[in-house]
């Protein structure tokens, strides 16, 4: 049995984190001062350690993210989430799942801090009103005005066909297939018409730094890609999606997919951002 809260709650908090920040490093960090401020608390006076672990974390996130907001905005190319390793069963509980894909988390990215913070502690982990408006700072009155904005700000955006876990893994072995042997008319049969590929090298890899829309544009610069030495299929963010050596290099490929084709491409090659793909990270609701 585990007496510490933080520790028997540590997944969740890390999950907070996360799903506030779109970077494992970050949340990391945001635990470490969460830790630190409950070790400092009389936790004799705390009815309810799970809650107020909670809103210990939310509040250092928030800050955190306040703090970073400058440097994303100086970001070279596009910015997106940081990918975590994940186990099959994190799909089982397919809110988990959905709340941190790569495509949620660069939808919750266009969020203003408080409006992500009310929307993930609201929509993801059903926290009263009360105890968001306790940990973001707000009436609860004024909560519920952010979470309903915050709600319809992120369904114009949010993907809308769910797929089967088995339909994303057939249609991510079949577009790591493609991009192995470079055949154009394969890529051609599984990308959208419409579909659009974001990657992220943050400076430090070469990456396209601005969306390309369209399959054609897509398939042509996916087949002018050189030297992948593997292309495997792992679960990243509680979904299959691909792990590729390019050279000396990593990438991170998720694929968001309706009706058999894909929409969208993420590639991360930002360094920085493939730290973690050799351990799980332990998310929890």
């Not at 890390?14 to 799903?19: G, P, W």
């Not at 042997?181 to 990657?199: F, W």
């Not at 730094?209 to 593997?230: C, D, E, M, S, T």
């Not at 999606?241 to 969208?264: D, K, P």
Request: aromatic share 4%; hydrophobic share 45%; no cysteine.
């Amino acid at each position: 049995m585990i007496d510490n809260p933080f520790v028997a709650h540590r997944s969740l908090l890390f999950t907070v984190a996360y799903e506030m920040l779109g970077s494992a490093a970050d949340a990391e960090d945001v635990l470490q001062e969460s830790w630190l401020r409950w070790a400092d608390t009389d936790q004799s006076q705390v009815r309810d350690p799970r809650a107020y672990l909670v809103r210990i974390v939310t509040r250092q996130a928030l800050n955190r993210l306040r703090s970073l907001s400058r440097s994303r905005e100086e970001y070279v190319g596009e910015w997106l989430p940081e990918p975590v390793l994940t186990s099959p069963d994190v799909v089982e509980d397919i809110k988990l799942a959905e709340s941190v894909s790569i495509a949620m988390l660069t939808v919750l990215e266009t969020l203003g801090p408080t409006e992500r913070a009310v929307f993930v502690l609201r929509e993801v982990f059903d926290m009263p009103f009360g105890e968001i408006a306790e940990a973001v700072g707000k009436s609860a009155a004024t909560v519920r005005q952010i979470a309903r904005r915050a709600r319809e700000h992120v369904a114009a955006r949010r993907p809308r066909v769910r797929v089967s876990r088995s339909e994303q893994q057939a249609v991510v072995e079949r577009f790591l297939i493609a991009l192995r042997t470079g055949q154009l008319q394969d890529l051609m049969e599984i990308l959208a018409p419409d579909v659009v590929l974001i990657a992220d090298g943050g400076g430090l890899a070469q990456a396209v730094r601005v969306p390309i829309h369209g399959a054609k544009a897509v398939a042509r610069l996916l087949a002018r890609a050189n030297q992948i030495r593997v292309a495997t299929t792992v679960w990243l963010n509680g979904a299959p999606a691909g792990r590729i050596e390019i050279g000396a290099e990593l990438a991170a490929v998720s694929l968001a997919v309706e009706n058999g084709r894909i929409t969208r491409i993420y590639v991360m090659r930002n360094p920085r951002k493939l730290t973690r793909l050799d351990e799980p990270a332990k998310l929890a609701r």
